[in-house]
């Protein structure tokens, strides 16, 4: 089996390209996606986030955007919040890697890669990558989102540049989707080959 994985500073695209590779038949893990299970609805970290961040849930579970508020500032707060969340990601990531055991390649969509890392348990990387405008373009216009907030979530980030000097491939998302999608198809090409050689 080949890991990819997959990561990309906020508003690249990653999640639209995690979506390409499973529309290839890739499987998946999508990290982000663990995280909001368990702290949506009666999900397994919410009493835990609740008593570590008092106020910043409710019976729809982690209230995300006063969670941020509460840590981004604060590293101390980010690496408690990390300290909750990290481990139950690493046991349901095990857990895809076992139901897949018998595939050449799934894909790890990890958006803290580098920075927390991932990269180590990985056999190759992808980064999602847009020039810079589109990046702010694409961020600021999710609900919520202030250029502060923008600028604090930057920060604890590895810059892209530097994301694309140690990736393995660069997948590219500032133009027609096309381009995106082949790729993605160029790099399932490329592995399915490396991993029958």
């Given amino acids: 089996m080949i890991k990819l994985g997959l990561t990309g500073s906020i508003g690249m695209g990653k999640s639209t390209v995690a979506r390409m590779f499973e529309a290839e038949g890739v499987p998946v893990f999508d990290a982000d996606?663990?995280?909001?299970?368990?702290?949506?609805?009666?999900?397994?970290?919410?009493?835990?986030?609740?008593?570590?961040?008092?106020?910043?849930?409710?019976?729809d579970g982690v209230n995300r955007t006063t969670l941020a508020e509460r840590v981004l500032a604060e590293p101390e707060a980010l690496q408690n919040l990390e300290g909750l969340i990290h481990p139950v990601v690493d046991r349901e990531r095990k857990r895809f890697l076992d139901?897949?055991?018998?595939?050449?390649?799934?894909?790890?969509?990890?958006?803290?890669?580098?920075?927390?890392?991932?990269?180590?348990?990985?056999?190759?990387?992808?980064?999602?990558?847009?020039?810079?405008?589109?990046?702010r373009q694409r961020v600021l216009a999710r609900p919520g989102m202030t250029f502060d907030k923008f600028c604090r979530i930057l920060k604890l980030q590895v810059p892209d540049a530097e994301k694309r000097a140690r990736a393995d491939f660069v997948i590219p998302t500032g133009g027609d989707l096309s381009t995106?999608?082949?790729?993605?198809?160029?790099?399932?090409?490329?592995?399915?080959?490396?991993?029958?050689?």
Avoid: M, N, Y
Wanted: net charge negative.
């Fill in 33 to 59: 996606a663990v995280v909001h299970r368990l702290q949506g609805p009666a999900g397994e970290l919410v009493a835990q986030i609740e008593a570590r961040f008092p106020g910043t849930t409710s019976a």
């Fill in 99 to 135: 139901e897949h055991s018998d595939r050449q390649l799934v894909v790890l969509d990890i958006p803290l890669l580098f920075e927390k890392g991932g990269w180590s348990d990985v056999d190759k990387i992808a980064v999602v990558s847009a020039p810079e405008e589109v990046q």
């Fill in 180 to 197: 995106t999608e082949a790729a993605v198809r160029e790099i399932i090409a490329c592995l399915a080959g490396a991993a029958d050689s």
